[in-house]
C-alpha cells in the first residue's frame, strides 16, 4: 500500500521520461554540483519563505502567478536535488517546503500538472478571450519561417541569460490549445511566451537591451504538438510552415503591425544575444557558479518579494561555494531504467518518498 | 550518393548545401546564409549562424537538445548525436541532410 501521495509517481514518471530525451552529458558546467554543495542552505531561505507566507495568508494563487509554469516546475526539481543531496536532512521543513510548491503548482495547470506531453495552463474562458482579442495576421510559409527566426533569437538571448539550468525561467510554450471551433478542424493555439528578458538583478549591465517581454501566438493546423516539464522543449509532427494559418506577435504590451516589425525586433534581439553571450562567455567557472546561485534563488523572486524577503543569495550559500571547484560538465550520461531509477537512494525518488515514512 | 554520417533524426526535412564546421569557440566565423552548420553542440552565441543555416548536424545531443529544438521551430533539417560530425565533415564539402531519416550524404 502507498503511504506516499500519488503526485510523486507522476513526477517519477514525467522526470524519467523527460531526460531520456536529454544528454545531460553536454551541459557545462555542472550545475547540479552546486546544488550538492549548498548541502540544505537554500532549503533554508525557502523554507523561511513559505512560512512568511502562511504567516502572511498570501493565497496559493498569488504566489503561482509569479512564476510560469515551466520554471516552477524545473524550480521544484532542483530543490529536491538539494535536499537529496543535504545532510543531515530537514525532513519536516522540506516535506512543508514540497507540499507547498506542488500545492502551488496545482493552482496554476489546469490539467497535466507535470506537462507529461502539454502545458495547459489557460482556462477556457481566457483561451476564448485570446482567440476573440488578439489581432491575427495571415499564416503562411513566408511568416512561418520570420516568426522561428524570432523564436531563435530570443531563445539564444534566453539561453544568454539564463544558460543551460534556468532557460525555463524566461521562457514557455503553453498548450496545445483546441481552437477547432473558430479554426478550422484539428486547428491548435500555441503561446510562445517570453518573459523576465531584463533581469537587472542579476545581469546589472543590460541597458541596451530594450524588451522585457515578448509573446509569439501561433495557430496551427495539420500540425500536432507535445512538449515536457520543461515546455520549451517543444516537439511537432506536420510541417510548421505550410501549417501555419494565424498568428499574433506582442513586444512589451505592443501588438506588432506586420511581419517587417517581426523582422526588426529579431534583428534587435539577435544583437543583444549576441552581446550577453560574449558577456557569459568572459566569466570564469567560478563566476558562472556564483551566477548560478543568482538564478536559482531569481527563480522565486516573485514568492520572496510577497514574503517580504531579499530574493538573492544568503552569505551561507555564497559560502558552500569557497574553494570548491565546479566540475567543468554534467557526468551523468544517462538514466538507469525506471524501476532502478525509482528505486535507488541515489536519485531524488527516493528521498520524496522517504518523506512519507515515519521510521 | 554516399552515406557519410548517421545519428539521430531531430527535425525532419532534407536540404543540401555546402558544409561549414563551426567550432562552439569560433561563434564570427564567416557563416554564408544556406550552408550546412556543423558543430560539436549549437551555443547561444551561434544565433546568426541558425538563423542563416539550410541544415544543422551536432556530434552530441537528444531530441530536446537546442539544436534539435531551434531546427524544429526554424523548420530545417538537423541530426544531431552523430558522434563524429565536426571530425567526418570538412568546410567545402557538398552534402545532403536528411533529417526525417538522422542521415548525412556526400553528394
Redesign the interface.
Known amino acids: 500500500m502507498k503511504t506516499y501521495p500519488e503526485w510523486i509517481d507522476e513526477y517519477a514518471r514525467m522526470i524519467h521520461m523527460s531526460f531520456s530525451h536529454m544528454v545531460p552529458s553536454s551541459w557545462h558546467p555542472d550545475g547540479f554540483a552546486v546544488l550538492r554543495f549548498l548541502n540544505g542552505s537554500f532549503l533554508k531561505k525557502l523554507h523561511a519563505g513559505v512560512r512568511e507566507l502562511r504567516a502572511r495568508q498570501i493565497p496559493l494563487e498569488t504566489v503561482g502567478a509569479g512564476f510560469q509554469p515551466s520554471s516552477l516546475r524545473a524550480a521544484i526539481y532542483f530543490s529536491m536535488l538539494e535536499y537529496q543531496h543535504s545532510l543531515p536532512k530537514d525532513k519536516a521543513a522540506y516535506k512543508e517546503i514540497i507540499e507547498y510548491l506542488v500545492s502551488v503548482l496545482n493552482t496554476v495547470m489546469k490539467e497535466d500538472v507535470w506537462a507529461y506531453s502539454r502545458n495547459i495552463a489557460h482556462s477556457a474562458h481566457e483561451i476564448s478571450e485570446m482567440v476573440t482579442e488578439t489581432p491575427w495576421k495571415k499564416g503562411d510559409p513566408q511568416s512561418a519561417r520570420e516568426l522561428g527566426l524570432l523564436y531563435n533569437s530570443t531563445s539564444s538571448l534566453v539561453y544568454s541569460l539564463y544558460h543551460d539550468f534556468f532557460p525555463q525561467d524566461a521562457c514557455d510554450v503553453f498548450g496545445p490549445y483546441d481552437v477547432s471551433a473558430t479554426h478550422g478542424e484539428g486547428a491548435i493555439l500555441l503561446v510562445k511566451k517570453f518573459v523576465k528578458l531584463r533581469p537587472v538583478g542579476v545581469w546589472s549591465d543590460l541597458k541596451n537591451q530594450k524588451y522585457s517581454t515578448i509573446e509569439i501566438r501561433q495557430i496551427y493546423q495539420n500540425v500536432s504538438f507535445k512538449c515536457e516539464f520543461v515546455a520549451m522543449h517543444t516537439m511537432y509532427e506536420g510541417d510548421l510552415r505550410q501549417g501555419l494559418r494565424a498568428y499574433a506577435v506582442k513586444v512589451d504590451d505592443t501588438w506588432l503591425e506586420d511581419i517587417e516589425d517581426v523582422r526588426n525586433v529579431r534583428d534587435e534581439v539577435t544583437v543583444f544575444a549576441q552581446e550577453q553571450a560574449k558577456v557569459r562567455a568572459q566569466l570564469t567557472i567560478q563566476e558562472i557558479g556564483y551566477k548560478f546561485l543568482d538564478l536559482l534563488c531569481y527563480q522565486y523572486a516573485n514568492l520572496f518579494e510577497l514574503a517580504g524577503m531579499d530574493w538573492r543569495p544568503t552569505a551561507e550559500m555564497k559560502d558552500s561555494l569557497a574553494g570548491k571547484e565546479l566540475p567543468e560538465k554534467v557526468v551523468i550520461e544517462s538514466l538507469p531504467p525506471y524501476e532502478e531509477y525509482v528505486a535507488s537512494a541515489d536519485n531524488e525518488v527516493y528521498w520524496l518518498k522517504d518523506l512519507y515514512t515515519t521510521q | 550518393m554516399e552515406l557519410i554520417l548517421s545519428g539521430m533524426a531531430a527535425s525532419s526535412g532534407i536540404a543540401e548545401g555546402t558544409v561549414r564546421v563551426i567550432s562552439r569557440y569560433a561563434?564570427n566565423a564567416d557563416f554564408q546564409e544556406g550552408e550546412i552548420l556543423v558543430t560539436e553542440?549549437t551555443?547561444?552565441?551561434?544565433?546568426?549562424m541558425?538563423?542563416k543555416a539550410a541544415a544543422i548536424v551536432t556530434d552530441?545531443?537528444?531530441?530536446?537538445?537546442?539544436a534539435a529544438?531551434?531546427s524544429?521551430?526554424?523548420?530545417v533539417p538537423c541530426v544531431t548525436?552523430t558522434r563524429s560530425g565536426t571530425a567526418t565533415l570538412k568546410d567545402g564539402m557538398k552534402v545532403r541532410v536528411d533529417g526525417t531519416k538522422g542521415e548525412v550524404y556526400l553528394i
Open positions: 561563434p553542440m551555443e547561444p552565441a551561434m544565433v546568426a541558425m538563423n552530441v545531443g537528444g531530441i530536446t537538445s537546442h529544438i531551434i524544429r521551430e526554424l523548420g548525436a
